[in-house]
T-cell receptor, first 110, second 115 residues
């Protein structure tokens, strides 16, 4: 079983819909990262969380340390949000070595 | 450009040749990390370097792969005698000493194709 699991693997939605991507992990962590990767493109760091909730524009990330679960939400989704969203955790014992989820491929249709 | 610069963006090598991938960290960042993304897979940690020091290379294959981060200049990931299985996207990230507060900045990656 992977240490970081994301769901869903693929998500297609209509423009304007509220999007939720989930991440569960099985190790003790010092931080959780949400990142965005466009096809053939680089990786952009969206959030780094160790507790609670963070908001940036239409993006919201939450984490529940007790349940070892995090969610990434996108409000008023837009076709330009189409990308792969990746959850990665920094292990408590080695906080520089990120353990990566497989990613969620999001397609927003106009 | 204040971000992490990786070059080249795309690199094609024949089997047996050497590949050199460069990563210039964000100005002021003294820590560099290399990750490899095989086709249809997630990223995997390869190596963590500080200036002139390899801190952790546990994710790097023991043979043919080496990395350095000299006092001056970019970090280099070097793959000798490349094989088809080395075809992947290689990402570099950098961070300041206090990554718990400032996190990582990633580069655009180098896509290596071995033919």
């Amino acid at each position: 079983k992977n240490e970081v699991e994301q769901s869903p693997q693929n998500l297609t939605a209509q423009e304007g819909e509220f999007i939720t991507i989930n991440c569960s992990y099985s190790v003790g962590i010092s931080a959780l990262h949400w990142l965005q990767q466009h096809p053939g493109g680089g990786i952009v760091s969206l959030f780094m969380l160790s507790s609670g909730k963070k908001k940036h524009g239409r993006l919201i990330a939450t984490i529940n340390i007790q349940e070892k679960h995090s969610s990434l939400h996108i409000t008023a989704s837009h076709p330009r949000d189409s990308a792969v969203y990746i959850c990665a955790v920094a292990h408590m014992d080695s906080n520089y070595q990120l353990i990566w989820g497989a990613g969620t491929k999001l397609i927003i249709k106009p | 450009n204040a971000g992490v610069m990786q070059n080249p963006r795309h690199l094609v090598r024949r089997r047996g040749q050497e590949a050199r991938l460069r990563c210039s960290p964000v100005k002021g960042h003294s820590h560099v990390y290399w990750y490899r993304q095989l086709p249809e897979e997630g990223l995997k940690f390869m190596v963590y370097l500080q200036k002139e020091n390899i801190i952790d290379e546990s994710g790097m294959p023991k043979e043919r792969f080496s990395a350095e981060f000299p006092k001056e200049g970019p970090s280099i990931l070097r793959i000798q005698q490349v094989v088809r299985g080395d075809s992947a996207a290689y990402f570099c990230a950098s961070s300041p000493l206090d990554r718990s507060n400032y996190g990582y900045t990633f580069g655009s990656g180098t896509r290596l194709t071995v033919v």
